[in-house]
Each structure stands twice: as structure tokens, then as C-alpha cells.
């Protein structure tokens, strides 16, 4: 999928090392869930499930996807999603996902799933409109107990 470039001129790419710390910045805005170097290895085993938004240089945005393997068979998995608050309703998440399914699914893969908190309603609803379903809850998911929403997002949806 080719770089896109909303009216903002914000631009959505492939991750490079030099964005680093604006994904950093952002995992600590948004979440601080996460060892910031994790993003680095994440980066070298998936530089092509990683996507940035890109505003003027800084980045405003990012979504990691990984491959993984379950009871059945391999699968691709949203690993996280991230925009800054001030960047938020600009359709940047959607196209960040847009990028992120379409690199997985040409990794010949038939499922994608993620995870996200219960009581994230909005987030839900998100998913949802990108064509995600409901898939199970996982009770105590998160290090502080909270369930998680797991969803799944399937190839012969779309």
C-alpha cells in the first residue's frame, strides 16, 4: 500500500530507526505498558507490519503488526495502535489500520486479532467499523487485572 497523505499533510509510511523515539513519546503518552526497546525488536522482525504517521517530520502515530502461530495455525496480530491526543479524528488510526491489515494479510494469513480493553468502549466501536468482531473475553489480560476484548478480524470478511 502506498504512503498516504491526508489534507493535513500527514503521511503514513513504513517505520524507519529514526522514528524511534516519536513512538516511544507516543507508547508513554498513551499507555506506558511497554519496555520502550521491545519497539526495536519489534521493528526487526516486522519492519513490514510497521507503520508511522509522519506530520512535518514528527511522527503522530504508529501501528506494529506481528505474526504469530495459535491452536490454529498462524495468525496476524495487531500488537498496539497509537495516535497522539491532538491528532486524534483526523482518520489517521484508520488508515495506520488500513496499512497494518493489508501488510499482514499479504503474509498469506486468513485471520487478524487484537486485544483491547473492556471498558474501551470507543475503541471497540473502532475496530468494529474496520470490520472486526468480537471473538472471546480474556479474563484478567492486563497487568492490572482489567479483562480484555479480544477481536478478530477475518480475510474473506473484506
Wanted: hydrophobic share 40%; proline share 3%; net charge negative.
Amino acid at each position: 500500500m502506498p504512503p498516504y497523505v491526508t489534507d493535513n499533510m500527514i503521511i503514513v509510511r513504513r517505520f524507519q530507526p529514526a522514528d524511534f523515539s516519536g513512538v516511544i513519546t507516543i507508547e508513554r503518552e498513551q499507555f506506558d505498558e511497554h519496555d520502550p526497546y521491545l519497539y526495536m525488536s519489534l521493528y526487526e522482525f516486522n519492519e513490514d507490519t510497521f507503520f508511522v504517521a509522519d506530520h512535518l517530520g514528527e511522527v503522530v502515530g504508529f501501528v506494529v503488526g506481528v505474526m504469530s502461530i495459535g491452536e490454529e495455525g498462524a495468525y496476524g496480530r495487531v500488537f498496539s495502535i497509537a495516535v497522539r491526543e491532538a491528532y486524534q479524528g483526523l482518520g489517521i488510526g484508520t488508515q495506520l489500520m488500513k496499512h497494518v491489515i493489508d501488510a499482514l494479510y499479504r503474509k498469506n494469513i486468513d485471520d487478524i486479532m487484537l486485544e483491547v480493553r473492556k471498558h474501551n468502549f470507543r475503541a471497540v466501536q473502532f475496530y468494529q467499523r474496520l470490520g472486526f468482531v468480537i471473538d472471546r473475553v480474556d479474563a484478567g489480560y492486563y497487568s492490572d487485572g482489567e479483562d480484555a476484548v479480544v477481536m478478530r478480524h477475518r480475510r474473506w470478511m473484506l
